[in-house]
Structure formats: structure tokens, C-alpha cells
């Protein structure tokens, strides 16, 4: 038998233990029994928490360490210059995939009694802050405070800051001591990855468990029925369609490179938070995709802050949803009177998701906070509430997806000197 062979009959029991623990947490959630219920919910939040613990210095450590490496190479520049264009690329076509469908399906208004209800479920501690007080909370006045907080952004800046400086110091016996600490501390939470990997089917069945009893709990509402169908529908579309087609493109093959990452998107889906997974996507990415660690450890940390395909479709469709509520507009109404809206509308989803932390939840407040400044009527915010963490599951899929295949094609371009791989 060779490697080849005996590697893809660990993949395969790799992926029926997976679906043996998916299968076996929705039979639990599905019996409706208290005791596992609270079990279910007490081992998904210890798997949430360890993978927020390991995100926070995985993304500091993998920045810096590739920046240190190869800072002054004009490769950095073409590897940064390439996630950002494919970055914005596959966001922009969410939106607007997402802009598209509504207009397609009109979803009709809501009962006004309906949306007066959903004002007492909108969260009211909201702090409404302009753009610059945005952009102030991400620039740090110290090293502490953005770590104790999980300010993604914050933290990913002083990691850049901190691998260009070291890549730009001259070679001495500190700069080597200083590197090697820091290659060090990465080799060890890769150590802690691989064995929190290796649970991780206790943490599916759990997170299974606690999804099925959820939905089983009526969490979806069938009086948003079309609204839903065009959330769900533009994320299904960007995610086994749009992102496939960037795929092909390049001349990779989609479903392997799904197949490699099934670990981070499964996680994804159930930590909601691109943030807490970007551990397993790294691992992944350079374990089971093969990307040179050059790449994913550089390209992964930014898309998991910038690349937030299914927060820029929420936005849009949830934005216009709200105000077509609040009477800003008429689905029904003529699309070239529609089209200024639209457009506008696309522009700031792709600008807002941007900015947007890879966090549960994060797009819900931002797109409050947006609609809270235009004055429309936020009590629909409050209606969408009940059915947001199934929604945000398949966003937070969607986003590790995209970022996968915007790693993948980074990689492909060969802008750095090991040679590219194919599948």
C-alpha cells in the first residue's frame, strides 16, 4: 500500500467520525433530554473558549513570524496585494448576490404590530459610534489592553508592525534570539492545535446537540420565511457556486479543496466566530491543502478580519429588509428606481463587512448600528434576533470558506519562492 493510499484512508475515517458525531449530537438534540441539553451546552462552550484561546496568539504569532521571514522580499507585496483583490472580489459578489435575490423574491412587509413587538427584543446597551471612534478603537495605546478585549484588528496591527520591524533589523545574535522565540511559541500552539484537533468529534456531537434543540425549540419563524430564503439562498450560492467559480478559474479543483478544508468550516459553522477558527483553517490549510505555511500563515490571519462574505450579504439584504419595513422604499417599485439605493447599499455592506470583526454576532450589531443612524424602524432588528444564530452559522461557513479558497488561489499564483502545488 502506499503513503498515498494510507492517506486517504485516515482522510475517509476522518470524515466518518465526523459524520458519526453530526448524526449522533442531532439524535441527542433531537430527544429533548435536560441533563444532556446542559452537558451539550457546557462542552461546546469549553471547545468555544479553547479555540478564542488559541486565536488570539495564533494570528499574532503566524503574522509576525512571516513577516520576519521574507518582510523585505517583493513577494510580501504581491501576496498582500493578491488577498486583498481576491478579498474584495468575493466580497462584493456576495453582496451582491445577496442584493440580487432579494429583488427577485420581494420579501413583503412585515405586520407593523409585529415590528412594534420586536422593539423590546432589539438589545438596548447599543453605543452608537461614529467611523472614527471605530477607527480609534482599533489603533492601540498599549500591548495589553486589545488581547484582554480580542480585538482582532488591533492585535493583527501590532503583529504587522512587529514582523516588518523585525525584517528589518539587521542580522545579529538578538534578532536571531528574538525570531527564535517567536518560531518557538508558534510550535507550541501548533502542538496544542493538533491535540484540541483530535477532540474535536466531542465538540461536534455537542455543538450538533445543542443546534438541533434550537431548532427543534422553534427558533425559526415561518412569518420570515422569504427573508430568510434570501439570506440563506445568496450564501448557499456564493458558497457552492461564486467561490467554486473563483476556483476554477485558477484551474484548482473545488470539491478537493473543500475536501481539505471540511475541519475549519465544520467549525466554523458551530463557533460562529472566523476568529476562533482560524487555528483549525490554518491547520488545515498547510496540514491537508498542502499551502506553504508562507503563505496561509500570512494570507488566513488577514481574510479571518477582512474577508466577510457573509457579513457583507447580511448587511446588504438586512439593511434593505429594515428600511423597505421603516417605508424608505417599495420592493415593488420600479427597478430603475430602486438602482440608486441598491448600489449605495452594496457599497457600504462590502465597506462595513470590511471593518467588521470575525466575531459571534458581530454583523448583527454593526448592521444595527447602521440602521440605527438612518432612524428606521429597528424593531425588525428585533424580530430577526430569535433565527440570527442559525443565520450566523452559515455566514461564519461561508467566510472560512471564502477565505480558504482566497488562500488557495494566493497560493497558486506562486508569488513566493517554493514553487506552487496542484491538486
Not at 466580497?91 to 423590546?120: F, H, K, R
Request: net charge neutral; proline share 4%.
Amino acid at each position: 500500500m502506499t503513503a498515498i493510499d494510507k492517506l486517504g484512508k485516515i482522510f475517509n475515517r476522518q470524515i466518518l467520525i465526523w459524520l458519526a458525531a453530526l448524526a449522533g449530537g442531532t439524535i441527542l438534540g433531537l430527544l429533548n433530554i435536560g441533563w444532556i441539553d446542559d452537558l451539550s451546552s457546557f462542552v461546546s462552550t469549553v471547545f468555544t473558549r479553547v479555540f478564542q484561546l488559541l486565536a488570539v496568539p495564533t494570528i499574532a504569532l503566524a503574522v509576525m513570524c512571516t513577516l520576519s521571514a521574507f518582510g523585505k522580499q517583493k513577494s510580501t507585496g504581491k501576496i498582500f496585494a493578491h488577498a486583498i483583490g481576491y478579498t474584495l472580489a468575493t466580497t462584493l459578489s456576495a453582496a451582491l448576490v445577496g442584493i440580487i435575490l432579494y429583488v427577485v423574491i420581494a420579501p413583503a412587509n412585515l405586520p407593523s404590530a409585529l415590528i412594534d413587538g420586536g422593539n423590546a427584543e432589539v438589545p438596548t446597551d447599543l453605543n452608537t459610534t461614529s467611523y472614527y471612534d471605530h477607527i480609534l478603537n482599533v489603533i492601540p495605546n498599549n500591548l495589553v489592553r486589545p488581547i484582554l478585549e480580542g480585538n482582532v484588528l488591533s492585535i493583527l496591527l501590532i503583529a504587522v508592525g512587529a514582523g516588518l520591524a523585525l525584517a528589518h533589523m539587521e542580522e545579529s545574535k538578538e534578532k536571531r534570539q528574538v525570531v527564535d522565540f517567536i518560531e518557538g511559541l508558534q510550535q507550541l500552539l501548533f502542538l496544542a492545535l493538533k491535540a484540541v484537533i483530535t477532540v474535536l468529534p466531542i465538540g461536534i456531537v455537542a455543538f450538533a446537540e445543542r443546534l438541533t434543540a434550537e431548532m427543534s425549540g422553534g427558533v425559526i419563524a415561518d412569518s420570515l420565511g422569504k427573508y430568510v430564503l434570501v439570506i440563506m439562498g445568496g450564501n448557499i450560492l456564493q458558497m457552492v457556486i461564486v467561490l467554486p467559480l473563483f476556483l476554477i478559474a485558477k484551474g484548482l479543483n473545488p470539491i478537493k479543496v473543500a475536501k481539505a478544508m471540511a475541519p475549519a468550516i465544520l467549525v466554523a459553522l458551530f463557533t460562529k466566530s472566523s476568529a476562533a477558527t482560524l487555528p483549525t483553517t490554518l491547520s488545515s490549510a498547510e496540514n491537508r491543502l498542502k499551502i506553504s505555511p508562507r503563505v496561509s500563515r500570512f494570507v488566513l490571519p488577514i481574510c479571518t478580519t477582512i474577508n466577510m462574505n457573509g457579513c457583507a450579504a447580511f448587511i446588504a439584504v438586512t439593511s434593505l429588509f429594515v428600511m423597505q419595513n421603516s417605508g424608505f422604499f417599495s420592493v415593488d417599485s420600479p427597478i430603475t428606481d430602486l438602482l440608486p439605493t441598491l448600489l449605495v447599499w452594496l457599497l457600504v455592506s462590502v465597506v462595513s463587512a470590511v471593518g467588521n470583526a470575525g466575531v459571534p454576532m458581530g454583523c448583527y450589531f454593526l448592521t444595527l448600528s447602521l440602521m440605527t443612524g438612518t432612524g428606521a424602524a429597528v424593531g425588525v432588528m428585533g424580530i430577526i434576533l430569535p433565527i440570527y444564530t442559525i443565520i450566523d452559522m452559515v455566514e461564519t461557513a461561508e467566510n472560512v470558506w471564502s477565505d480558504s479558497c482566497v488562500c488557495a488561489i494566493v497560493n497558486d499564483n506562486g508569488a513566493y519562492d517554493e514553487g506552487n502545488w496542484v491538486i
